[in-house]
């Protein structure tokens, strides 16, 4: 049976690294907050009630697909298709397929900006098959409209930044929920990462910092890797009770 995505693809290889995957949901929650449709994560309640513990229930839907052979990735996505149809009829709306499209689109972005922070810049050829991947689930959920190839996508990705986002109350909420569970100083960790990883409204919208301290300590990261210490940085990101979740993301990675 094939897989959804080969087992050599660059997109393995982001989402199956556990420190390149928080910092893809970093940078989406900061995004996310912002936009237009930010009112559907609040209308079941889920997201705000526990906010890290959906960017994991995510995570693995995302690494049902990217790590599953191709029948049972189609699985996963109608799964999917059905959840949010659950949720339109509970509300009476269908969800705008604009905000389909952002989704899918802060997916392609982020694993592109996280693996070039911790790793290297994509190639042109891995960012067609990044885009072409996440293209898929979208067509699978029924999306329409989706750009045909990388190039398109990257105009229609500039047109929903400057269209869809705003800063609103659910906002400052969202944000007050990350500081409660992950306490004031890895908040600002949090913040400084994401300043690292957005582009530039978001980090206008959202008054992020242009040039954090962070920055000047990724060197670090590198340091800490290379002795495996890996281990210390997560726990310095998260509190110890999510650090079981953390390593069940990475044992994605040694399983393939």
Do not use: C
């Amino acid at each position: 049976m094939p897989d959804f995505v080969d087992r050599r693809s660059i997109v393995r290889t982001i989402w199956g690294n556990a420190d390149v995957v928080l910092l893809i949901f970093a940078g989406s929650a900061a995004e996310f907050a912002l936009n237009r449709a930010v009112d559907w994560l609040f209308f079941t309640g889920k997201l705000p009630a526990d906010p890290i513990g959906r960017l994991f229930s995510t995570v693995r839907y995302a690494q049902d697909i990217i790590f599953a052979e191709e029948s049972k990735a189609r699985q996963t996505i109608a799964r999917m298709v059905a959840i949010h149809g659950g949720v339109e009829r509970q509300r009476g709306q269908a969800i705008p397929d604009w905000a389909y499209r952002d989704v899918l689109y802060m997916l392609v972005d982020y694993s592109e900006r996280a693996h070039q922070l911790l790793r290297r810049p994509l190639t042109a050829g891995e960012r067609e098959e990044l885009y072409r991947t996440f293209r898929r689930v979208g067509e699978g959920m029924h999306v329409p409209d989706l750009p045909a190839n990388y190039a398109e996508w990257q105009l229609d990705r500039q047109r929903h930044l400057e269209r869809d986002l705003v800063s609103s109350p659910y906002t400052d909420q969202l944000f007050g929920r990350y500081r409660e569970e992950l306490g004031a100083w890895r908040y600002g960790l949090l913040r400084q990462a994401q300043a690292l990883l957005v582009p530039e409204r978001v980090r206008g919208l959202l008054r992020l910092p242009a040039r954090p301290g962070l920055f000047y300590t990724l060197w670090m990261y590198r340091v800490f890797e290379r002795f495996r210490l890996r281990a210390l940085v997560q726990r310095a990101l998260l509190p110890a009770r999510y650090l079981d979740e953390i390593r069940q993301l990475e044992r994605i990675l040694v399983d393939n």
